[in-house]
């Protein structure tokens, strides 16, 4: 069986151009994928009855992620999630970053992978996407080499595998920032079921920065549980979670550990997370929402669809007792998510 990719011109930006890539198994499912934010364009599965729907927030054309606030299906770096106070010491020297969440930097603030135009190279069934970060970026010490490479299988299985390195020691926590909705968007994700394969998670704060604890993941549990179900839903408010649940080591495929199952009953599709990260931090799009219309035609909104965020802990490098994620001068960051998709 094959899997063939496909290229297009889809526009400029500051004078690069801007691609829409096609990665197509025999089935006829896709990925799109563009080297803007080396960001997941769409994912279009069949479901019980092999309709192929589209599965994953995003945009028809470039214009929706030139004006995207919420990180749509993007590449996130060179730090995921939140460094507290923007700032953190690394070898006795204290670096600054860009607060652009209160007082807190969220995903490296305006130096974010996500607005950056990736060099591209295609093969048989992937893309490869590059880009250099100077010494200095966004705050960040070190000349940072990135790559992120991106492949689709005949199984309706998309990897995605990050490699860098840097000139000297900095930290790293590179993921992707999907939105998934397996009913292709018929509903938002209340009826979703979720299979978090967690026994703890880090304790947040209110503005979502750790305490430094790590705490039995009690309510907040999931297995095989309605989402709506953990959410607190009035007529006028939908308080939605934003949680880091650590992963029980185990079984899973590729080397990877087995993660979470999300499904859709209505659908039968089904979505299973793969990785080598220590966490996967769900977000459930409560502050999802787009200027530019999605695919659907309409503009996203709150919990339209999920993020389910592979990555090291947030804001490890301000808590020593967490597994840390630094990137030594010499060493090879190294990291994988398996999206496999299928139906129930």
Same mark, same amino acid.
């Given at each position: 069986?094959?899997?063939?990719?496909?290229?297009?011109?889809?526009?400029?930006?500051?004078?690069?151009?801007?691609?829409?890539?096609?990665?197509?198994?025999?089935?006829? %499912?896709?990925?799109?994928?563009?080297?803007?934010?080396? %960001?997941?364009?769409?994912?279009?599965?069949?479901?019980?009855?092999?309709? #192929?729907? +589209?599965?994953?927030?995003?945009? !028809?054309? /470039?214009?929706?992620?030139?004006?995207?606030?919420?990180?749509?299906?993007?590449?996130?770096?060179?730090?995921?999630?939140? $460094?507290?106070?923007?700032?953190?010491?690394?070898?006795?020297?204290?670096?600054? /970053?860009?607060?652009?969440?209160?007082?807190? &930097?969220?995903?490296?603030?305006? &130096?974010?992978?996500?607005?950056?135009?990736?060099?591209?190279?295609? #093969?048989?069934?992937?893309?490869?996407?590059?880009?250099? *970060? !100077?010494?200095?970026?966004?705050?960040?010490?070190?000349?940072?080499?990135?790559?992120?490479?991106?492949?689709? *299988?005949?199984?309706?299985? /998309? =990897?995605?595998?990050?490699?860098?390195?840097?000139?000297?020691?900095?930290?790293?926590?590179?993921?992707?920032?999907?939105?998934?909705?397996?009913?292709?968007?018929? *509903?938002?994700?209340?009826?979703?079921?979720?299979?978090?394969?967690?026994? *703890?998670?880090?304790? /947040?704060?209110?503005?979502?920065?750790? &305490?430094?604890?790590?705490?039995?993941?009690?309510?907040?549990? #999931?297995?095989? +549980?309605? =989402?709506?179900?953990?959410?607190?839903?009035?007529?006028?408010?939908?308080?939605?979670?934003?949680?880091?649940?650590? $992963?029980?080591?185990?079984?899973?495929?590729?080397?990877?550990?087995?993660?979470?199952?999300?499904?859709?009953?209505? &659908?039968?599709?089904?979505?299973?997370?793969?990785?080598?990260?220590?966490?996967?931090?769900?977000?459930?799009?409560?502050?999802?929402?787009?200027?530019?219309?999605?695919?659907?035609?309409?503009?996203?909104?709150?919990?339209?669809?999920?993020?389910?965020?592979?990555?090291?802990?947030?804001?490890? $490098? +301000?808590?020593?007792?967490?597994?840390?994620?630094?990137?030594?001068?010499?060493?090879?960051?190294?990291?994988?998510?398996?999206?496999?998709?299928?139906?129930?």
């Amino acid at each position: 069986m094959a899997v063939n990719t496909t290229t297009r011109l889809w526009g400029q930006h500051n004078g690069h151009n801007v691609y829409l890539f096609k990665i197509e198994n025999e089935s006829g %499912a896709y990925v799109e994928l563009t080297n803007y934010g080396a %960001a997941i364009v769409s994912v279009v599965v069949p479901d019980r009855l092999q309709h #192929f729907e +589209n599965v994953v927030v995003g945009f !028809p054309n /470039l214009e929706g992620y030139l004006n995207d606030t919420c990180y749509i299906g993007s590449t996130i770096g060179r730090y995921g999630n939140r $460094i507290s106070n923007a700032r953190f010491k690394l070898d006795d020297r204290i670096y600054y /970053l860009d607060a652009n969440d209160g007082k807190n &930097s969220n995903h490296a603030g305006k &130096s974010g992978f996500n607005y950056r135009v990736f060099t591209a190279e295609v #093969f048989d069934n992937g893309v490869v996407m590059t880009l250099t *970060s !100077p010494d200095g970026d966004g705050g960040f010490p070190g000349k940072l080499e990135f790559m992120v490479i991106y492949t689709w *299988s005949d199984d309706n299985e /998309l =990897l995605i595998h990050y490699k860098a390195t840097a000139n000297k020691a900095t930290i790293a926590n590179f993921t992707n920032h999907a939105y998934f909705n397996l009913s292709a968007f018929k *509903s938002k994700i209340y009826n979703h079921k979720l299979t978090l394969l967690s026994d *703890s998670i880090v304790d /947040l704060h209110e503005d979502y920065t750790p &305490s430094g604890a790590i705490i039995p993941v009690g309510q907040k549990a #999931f297995n095989n +549980n309605k =989402l709506g179900d953990k959410f607190n839903i009035d007529e006028n408010h939908v308080e939605g979670l934003n949680l880091y649940y650590i $992963i029980n080591t185990g079984a899973g495929e590729n080397g990877l550990t087995y993660a979470a199952l999300l499904t859709d009953e209505a &659908s039968g599709r089904a979505l299973k997370v793969y990785t080598d990260y220590p966490g996967v931090f769900l977000y459930t799009g409560d502050y999802l929402s787009s200027t530019m219309p999605i695919h659907t035609g309409q503009g996203a909104k709150p919990f339209d669809a999920l993020c389910l965020e592979c990555q090291h802990y947030p804001d490890s $490098i +301000n808590h020593p007792d967490f597994p840390q994620a630094v990137l030594r001068a010499g060493d090879v960051y190294d990291q994988s998510i398996l999206y496999k998709f299928g139906t129930i």
